[in-house]
């Protein structure tokens, strides 16, 4: 299995700033990926981070809304800019494991844009 | 794309309750995962159930793959058990093909 660990934890921020949140993986793993969850609601793939070129983003998300880095197997971060309100999500790192079948999750980032 | 459906939305038991949840999927398969979402948002991977029965102490889990349906056993419940339950599949067969969730089982266990 694969330990996931995100910070920040919980932030508020003010409408029209930016805020990169970090995943740290505790082994290397093939696949990471950025879901947001808004309240009430259930989980939506944001993006593939791939390790050493672009995210692949899914319909709806934008590169400059929403820019991925991953630098190396074990670490990404996502950054959330110019915020608005409606940006108020939980944000989950998750990772595929080696043998490709099981994911897992950290413990999310959540942010309350005001 | 696939489609993930899971039923019913909410569910409120008695402590000591059975329940069963429900995920059914629009196309074929070959990765099914059942995740528990804590009140504090962790989400915590219950079982990966491609096909077949598996079992993990009050938990269990059946998927027959050829009918498209998973279901989620939970018995003896217990006040922890509440949370959201996801069911999630891969939408295609590659391992790099995405995961997607479907809309989530509420479960609320009154003590």
């Known amino acids: 299995s694969a330990v996931i660990s995100q910070k920040p934890s919980r932030d508020i921020c003010q409408r029209g700033t930016s805020l990169t949140i970090q995943c740290q993986v505790d082994?290397?793993?093939?696949?990471m990926f950025w879901y947001r969850q808004q309240p009430g609601q259930s989980l939506t793939l944001i993006a593939t981070?791939?390790?050493?070129?672009?995210?692949?983003?899914e319909s709806g998300f934008v590169i400059d809304k929403f820019p991925i880095s991953r630098p190396n197997l074990t670490f990404s971060t996502l950054t959330v800019s110019n915020m608005s309100p409606e940006d108020s999500s939980i944000y989950l790192c998750?990772?595929?494991?080696?043998?490709?079948?099981?994911?897992?999750f950290g413990e999310g980032s959540w942010l309350t844009v005001v | 794309g696939i489609q993930v459906e899971q039923s019913p939305p909410d569910l409120i038991l008695q402590e000591g309750a059975n329940s069963t949840l429900r995920c059914n999927f629009s196309?074929?398969?070959?990765?099914l995962q059942w995740f528990h979402q804590n009140p504090w948002g962790q989400l915590i991977n219950l079982f990966y159930?491609?096909?077949g029965t598996k079992q993990n102490g009050r938990l269990s889990a059946t998927t027959v793959a050829t009918e498209r349906y998973s279901l989620l056993y939970i018995s003896s419940s217990q006040t922890t058990d509440s949370g959201v339950y996801f069911c999630?599949?891969?939408?295609?067969?590659?391992?790099?093909?995405?995961?997607?969730f479907g809309s989530g089982t509420r479960l609320s266990i009154r003590p």
């Open positions: 998750s990772a595929q494991g080696a043998a490709g079948n099981t994911i897992y």
């Open positions: 082994s290397q793993v093939t696949m």
């Open positions: 981070a791939n390790q050493g070129s672009e995210a692949t983003y």
């Open positions: 196309d074929s398969v070959n990765n």
């Open positions: 159930i491609p096909s």
């Open positions: 999630a599949v891969r939408a295609g067969y590659s391992s790099a093909s995405k995961i997607i």
